[in-house]
C-alpha cells in the first residue's frame, strides 16, 4: 500500500522488478522516478511499449517524412514565387536581345551602304557621331543596371514576386 495519497502501487513481475532496481541505481533515481519516466516516453511518443517491432525507427521515419514535406513544401514556393518570375524575366530578356540583334544587322547593313558612298571629312564626322552614341549607350546601360540592382535590392531577397518592379526600372 502506497504510504503517499498521490502516488499508486503497480504490479510488475520479479525479474521486471530486479531490472528496474537494477537501472534506476546505475542512473542514481528512485524507482517511482525511472518507472514515471518510461511510462511518460512510452505515452508521449504514442508508441506501444510490448512491441516486437523497432518503434524509433517507425517515429524517426515519421520525422522524416514530415520534415521531407516541409522542404518539398518550400522549394515549391520558390519556385512560384521567385524561380518562375525569374525565369519568365530572362526569357523575356532573351526575345528582346534576339530583336534588337536583328534590327541591329539591318541597321548595319543600311549604315554600310550609306557610308560607302560618304567623303573623308563626312566619314570623320559620323566616326565622331558614333563615338558619342556609344558613350551615351554605356552610361545608360550602367545607370539602368544600378537601378535594376537597387530595386531588386528594395524588394527584399525572396520577395521579387513581380518581375515588374526589376523590368519598370530597366526601362526607365
Do not use: C, W
Not at 22 to 36: F, M, P, V
Not at 40 to 51: D, I, K, N, Q, T
Not at 65 to 79: C, M, W
Not at 81 to 103: A, D, F, K, N, Y
Request: charged share 25%; proline share 3%; aromatic share 4%.
Amino acid at each position: 500500500m502506497p504510504t503517499n495519497p498521490a502516488t499508486k502501487s503497480v504490479n510488475v513481475p520479479a525479474a521486471t522488478h530486479f531490472l528496474l532496481s537494477k537501472e534506476a541505481k546505475r542512473l542514481q533515481i528512485s524507482q517511482a522516478d525511472y518507472t514515471g519516466a518510461a511510462v511518460r516516453y512510452f505515452a508521449e511518443r504514442g508508441l506501444h511499449p510490448v512491441e516486437d517491432v523497432a518503434r524509433e525507427g517507425q517515429l524517426i521515419m515519421q520525422q522524416v517524412k514530415k520534415l521531407g514535406d516541409r522542404v518539398f513544401g518550400y522549394l515549391q514556393e520558390q519556385e512560384r514565387s521567385l524561380l518562375v518570375p525569374m525565369l519568365e524575366e530572362m526569357l523575356r530578356s532573351r526575345v528582346t536581345l534576339e530583336r534588337v540583334l536583328r534590327m541591329n544587322e539591318i541597321l548595319v547593313n543600311n549604315l554600310t551602304q550609306q557610308l560607302s558612298s560618304l567623303n573623308e571629312a563626312q566619314l570623320n564626322e559620323q566616326r565622331e557621331g558614333l563615338k558619342q552614341l556609344r558613350a551615351q549607350n554605356e552610361d545608360m546601360i550602367e545607370r539602368q543596371a544600378k537601378e535594376a540592382i537597387a530595386a531588386a535590392q528594395q524588394a527584399g531577397a525572396g520577395r521579387i514576386n513581380d518581375g515588374d518592379t526589376v523590368a519598370k526600372a530597366v526601362k526607365n
